[in-house]
């Protein structure tokens, strides 16, 4: 925090020798001090897999955060960074159905439980509409858009489409149609033919090795958020608002 100190009433009492003309002796009577906050800049990198509902209903959370946090803190401004995971790498190209992804995967049917109810019921208090008639997919295409999207500063705007066209429209986000599709209505440039070529194929992988060695992410989705000096606080899975404004505070008072 810097600060301004303003006269409101002073008296003259000579000018300096031998010093710039105008350099004046005042003696301050009454003056008022001005704080003012230094721009905070609060980094998120969220790693997510874009099959994960949680990661969906996180990134609602976290929205929610932020903009309450910004309402009282209008020096505070977030930068948020999205990061491939697998959570299903050997997954077959053309999909496998959601109930017996789950039924393979944990042994019992979970997309009948409570677990899901509770799911289902978390999208809807923030505003999303779960289609049940979903597939599973590979990801490795749509965090490809999503890597290619940061160089034109609208990766936050694609992977709000990509949640939408999977979670909700129930879309085939391994379809190379429909990831062009989705980069054309933000108005990427060059989507189709990067989509169409096997540029950062391999980068993926290795983005996704460094979450697990680096920060040692185990699932998703987790948020690293940071500050001056790289201070941090890490949150793993769908956490409320709550937590995110304990880790905002948590980062400015570091500044």
């Known amino acids: ?17 031998n010093c710039l003309p105008g350099l004046l002796i005042l003696r301050i009577i009454n003056f008022t001090i001005w704080f003012v906050m230094e721009d905070q800049q ?29 309402k009282e803190n209008d020096n505070v401004n977030f930068k948020v960074e999205w990061y491939p995971y697998f959570l299903n790498p050997n997954m077959r190209e053309e999909g496998q159905d959601l109930r017996e ?20 019921s978390m999208g809807k208090e923030v505003g999303i509409e779960f289609a049940k ?9 749509s965090h490809r858009l999503v890597h290619f999207a940061k160089a ?13 066209k999977y979670f909700e429209e129930a879309e085939n986000i391994n379809d190379i149609n429909v990831l062009i599709t989705i980069g054309n209505s933000i108005g990427l440039e060059g989507v189709e033919e990067y ?53 905002f505070s948590k980062i400015s008072n570091n500044f």
């Open 195 to 247: 989509l169409r070529s096997n540029e950062d194929v391999e980068m993926i992988p290795q983005l996704v090795n460094t979450s697990r060695n680096t920060y040692r992410v185990r699932g998703v989705p987790h948020f690293i958020i940071s500050g001056k000096d790289n201070y941090s606080v890490q949150l793993s899975g769908a956490q409320s608002p709550s937590f995110f404004l304990s880790a």
């Open 1 to 17: 925090t810097n600060y301004i100190v303003i006269a409101q009433k002073a008296e003259f009492i000579g000018i300096l020798p």
């Open 152 to 164: 034109q500063d609208k990766e936050n705007e694609v992977i709000e489409h990509i949640f939408h």
């Open 133 to 141: 008639n979903r597939k599973i997919y590979p990801t490795l295409d």
């Open 42 to 70: 609060i980094k998120i990198k969220v790693v997510s897999d874009n099959v994960c509902p949680w990661c969906f209903i996180g990134k609602k959370n976290l929205e929610r955060a932020m903009d309450t946090y910004s």
């Open 101 to 120: 992804h789950l039924l393979e995967k944990y042994g019992t049917d979970v997309a009948n439980s409570s677990v899901t109810d509770r799911l289902y």
